[in-house]
């Protein structure tokens, strides 16, 4: 009985200090897992801070833009209603008109001046008579 007594104090003692080598691991397993925890909540906060900052920043670009699309439409009407009140398109109409004209007007002496140009041989032809009807 004795011996049993004493094998059972061995294995109490084995017991103790596997506890212990177990807690000890345990401690450590936990440890290094808070501080990925901590590494992780460190990170999505500043994820989400960044992601805040992009939106604040989106939010003041979307503004931006809206301003300028309401400027684009006022512009846009104050031009139409100055072409309106100014006749302008009426003018731009006449102005190429007008420039077409020109356009052909310039062709037109163009090609007179190249008639012309044909014409000079004759000229010099028109001189050799003048000179057979003097002699004549």
Do not use: Y
Not at 39 to 57: L, P
Not at 79 to 100: C, F, M, N, P, Y
Request: charged share 40%.
């Amino acid at each position: 009985m004795r011996l049993r007594l004493e094998a059972l104090r061995a294995l109490r003692g084995v017991l103790a200090a596997l506890e212990e080598a177990l807690e000890t691991k345990f401690s450590a397993t936990w440890l290094a897992a808070r501080a990925t925890n901590l590494d992780f909540k460190t990170k999505r906060r500043t994820e989400m801070a960044r992601r805040d900052a992009a939106a604040k920043e989106l939010e003041f670009i979307d503004d931006d833009v809206k301003a300028i699309d309401k400027e684009i439409e006022r512009l846009t009407a104050a031009i139409a209603e100055h072409d309106a009140k100014t006749g302008r398109k009426s003018l731009q109409q006449t102005a190429d008109v007008a420039g077409q004209a020109a356009h052909r007007a310039s062709a037109d002496f163009k090609a007179r001046m190249e008639n012309i140009r044909r014409l000079e041989p004759l000229r010099d032809v028109r001189g050799r008579f003048r000179g057979l009807r003097s002699c004549a």
